[in-house]
């Protein structure tokens, strides 16, 4: 019984290694597809995908603010290196880092024109 037991224990913790593995560990594979998928395309539809991805559940769909700060107009209030220094570093709420930086560079020119 102890057996069976330890093993669906192990099952359980190999099950949620798995899962982790799946959906939250980006790695070198995910930054390689990106890089791919980015060629050939405008700076700003290039913004407007890493947006879409990594900013609007918190900023919202349209950037008009959620949980963070409303972005639609962003650019009347922080110069380009200025989000840029945001994105990079965080500020308040925000976490450093939530993309990389030739990322933040591309997507802070995008936010800047915003007025």
């Given at each position: 019984?102890?057996?069976?037991?330890?093993?669906?224990?192990?099952?359980?913790?190999?099950?949620?290694c798995?899962?982790?593995?799946?959906?939250?560990?980006?790695?070198?594979q995910?930054?390689?597809?990106?890089?791919?998928?980015?060629?050939?395309?405008?700076?700003?539809?290039?913004?407007?995908?890493?947006?879409?991805?990594?900013?609007?559940?918190?900023?919202?769909?349209?950037?008009?603010?959620?949980?963070?700060?409303?972005?639609?107009?962003?650019?009347?209030?922080?110069?380009?290196?200025?989000?840029?220094?945001?994105?990079?570093?965080?500020?308040?709420?925000?976490?450093?880092?939530?993309?990389?930086?030739?990322?933040?560079?591309?997507?802070?020119?995008?936010?800047?024109?915003?007025?």
């Open positions: 019984m102890k057996k069976v037991g330890l093993t669906m224990i192990g099952n359980v913790i190999l099950a949620g798995l899962v982790f593995l799946l959906f939250f560990y980006e790695g070198h995910k930054q390689t597809t990106n890089k791919t998928a980015n060629k050939g395309t405008s700076s700003a539809d290039n913004a407007q995908k890493i947006v879409s991805s990594n900013c609007t559940t918190c900023h919202g769909q349209n950037l008009q603010g959620n949980v963070g700060p409303n972005l639609t107009k962003i650019g009347s209030k922080y110069s380009q290196s200025e989000i840029e220094n945001i994105i990079n570093h965080g500020k308040n709420a925000m976490p450093a880092g939530v993309i990389s930086a030739d990322q933040a560079k591309i997507v802070s020119e995008w936010l800047a024109q915003k007025k």
